[in-house]
């Protein structure tokens, strides 16, 4: 919306609009952050503006002293009443203390079905197991409970089955992320279970690395999964943590995501927009000083600023294209290699890189050898290439997702993904060529954009070229057990350990050639004389 409205409209006062409604305030996305700071500049011009900003739990008071003393209006909701019940002492296995209170409530509670908040994939799936296992060993001494998950990863068909209706004289248990806080209402629910936890996204700006932590949820997020319960009828929210740490050790509200993420497009945003102070602009919560200064210091590098800090001819460029900075400089760089038609493919790919491939735990071995079958020498990069080739081969099937376990929906996106990319190619005068056949332009042109994420491999593993950190290759990554020399990766997350994702192998003399300004000759010496390593750190089969 936010590229929509600035970049596409020549009026910068929205004229064309004469009512926003902006829903949903409390979540305080990075976008809707950003938004709320334009409108309110733009509101002050225009008093024939009328903003209308929605929640259902929202700290109004704060909203309304940020816009101006806008007047609160309260709309009293039809929710029935819910009972909420704490724990007398802290639960010292949340997953454990989940499975037991399901199977309490099956057998203590009157008809109604239960819906469980969890913090993702790998919980959920264990959960659903236990409790199958219990239900297996109970037989006939309980009645019948149908046990279903839902996490964005799990296919669309599985996930539609969360809304078949209940079968007579059994209960149905959805066992969900946080995803069925506001994005979907099930109905039936009567009872919620709420072990207090959500996994968050934070960034370091020293490292650059993103962590997904599990921490606890705030108290906006426990009133909004409470309520999930009285949809339909008065309701119970069984909450796994007790009272005194509701009341003291939950946050009021969910830490904006403006202030734990990386501002690279946001800075390169407002900076199109005309907005150079970016340290005066109005924003409800400030991010921190340090990560506005790394995505000045990563667009300066890009060359998406020069020296004084203002927006260059490459960077009005990049900043037409509604995606991170470093993927429009990749975009960017294709026309040069004449590679454009694969990049874009490869761009619309890594926007939902994590969501492709399907690995449930029942066919492991299967949904590795089906993705095994991609893999093609040079990186992980040119891996989505040809899976969106060979499912553009297809007809776009899917079945034939179905078959080699990948998420039709993501594809789908993808496709979408592109289509918009493409359309905007003519509006940044980059004519759609393709390599013919090699990939050696493609794996520039990421290098092109993605120069600052570069490690070398040297005797204690993997090391980032700038910081010097220790990384490792992602398990899944298809240049695994292959350990070239020189990596570019596309993020750094933290999980057990740091781990890079989406990796393409590259030449050193390539950094030399489209960062001359960013890396200096003595940095990229090849130390081939030096005996590397075999392999890094465990196998896929011990690593599970």
């Not at 248990?173 to 099930?186: K, M, P, R």
């Not at 020399?485 to 999980?495: G, M």
Request: hydrophobic share 40%; glycine share 4%.
């Amino acid at each position: 919306f936010l590229h929509y409205c600035f970049n596409m409209f020549p009026d910068p006062h929205l004229c064309v609009f004469s009512v926003i409604i902006i829903d949903e305030a409390h979540e305080r996305t990075l976008h809707t952050d950003i938004l709320f700071g334009l409108i309110k500049d733009i509101a002050r011009f225009r008093a024939d503006l009328k903003v209308l900003v929605a929640s259902a739990t929202l700290d109004t008071e704060r909203f309304s002293r940020f816009f101006d003393d806008a007047p609160v209006f309260r709309i009293p909701g039809r929710r029935f009443p819910v009972d909420i019940f704490y724990t007398k002492a802290p639960e010292a296995d949340y997953l454990e203390a989940c499975v037991v209170s399901v199977l309490q409530i099956h057998v203590t509670q009157p008809t109604g079905d239960v819906l469980v908040f969890l913090t993702g994939q790998e919980e959920i799936e264990a959960c659903c197991e236990m409790l199958q296992d219990r239900c297996r060993r109970l037989g006939s001494k309980i009645a019948e409970l149908v046990i279903l998950p839902i996490y964005a990863n799990l296919p669309s068909d599985m996930q539609a089955k969360i809304f078949t209706p209940t079968p007579p004289g059994a209960r149905k248990v959805v066992v969900a992320t946080n995803i069925a806080e506001t994005s979907l209402t099930i109905d039936g629910i009567i009872y919620v279970i709420d072990p207090g936890f959500c996994k968050q996204k934070s960034y370091n700006a020293r490292t650059g690395m993103e962590s997904l932590i599990v921490t606890p949820c705030s108290k906006a997020s426990a009133n909004q999964r409470a309520g999930r319960a009285g949809r339909v009828a008065a309701g119970k929210c069984f909450r796994l943590y007790t009272a005194w740490a509701f009341k003291h050790e939950m946050e009021e509200t969910t830490v904006p995501e403006i202030q734990r993420t990386n501002l690279g497009n946001v800075v390169l945003l407002l900076k199109s927009l005309g907005i150079n102070d970016l340290v005066h602009f109005d924003f409800m919560d400030p991010p921190p000083h340090e990560t506005l200064v790394l995505a000045l210091e990563q667009l300066y590098a890009l060359g998406a600023l020069n020296h004084l800090g203002e927006l260059t001819k490459l960077g009005r460029r990049m900043a037409e294209l509604p995606v991170d900075p470093m993927l429009s400089k990749m975009i960017l760089a294709s026309e040069q290699y004449k590679c454009s038609n694969e990049v874009l493919t490869i761009a619309a790919m890594l926007s939902v890189n994590n969501s492709i491939f399907y690995r449930p735990k029942d066919k492991v071995v299967h949904a590795d050898n089906a993705r095994m079958n991609f893999v093609v020498p040079g990186g992980d990069h040119l891996v989505l290439l040809n899976v969106y080739n060979q499912w553009v081969e297809s007809g776009y099937s899917t079945q034939w997702c179905y078959e080699n376990f990948i998420q039709f929906r993501s594809m789908r996106r993808a496709r979408d993904v592109r289509d918009q990319l493409e359309g905007l190619m003519d509006r940044i005068e980059v004519e759609v060529v393709s390599s013919q056949e090699d990939n050696v332009p493609i794996r520039k042109a990421v290098t092109a954009g993605y120069f600052y994420h570069t490690a070398r491999l040297s005797k204690g593993g993997y090391k980032t070229v700038k910081h010097q950190q220790t990384v490792f290759v992602h398990p899944n990554s298809s240049l695994f057990e292959e350990l070239p020399r020189w990596i570019i990766y596309h993020e750094l997350v933290f999980t057990t350990k740091e781990f890079m994702r989406q990796v393409i192998e590259i030449e050193s003399s390539w950094l030399l050639e489209v960062a001359p300004h960013y890396y200096k000759s003595k940095e990229l010496e090849d130390n081939s004389n030096k005996k590397m390593p075999r392999k890094q750190g465990k196998t896929k089969e011990e690593l599970g």
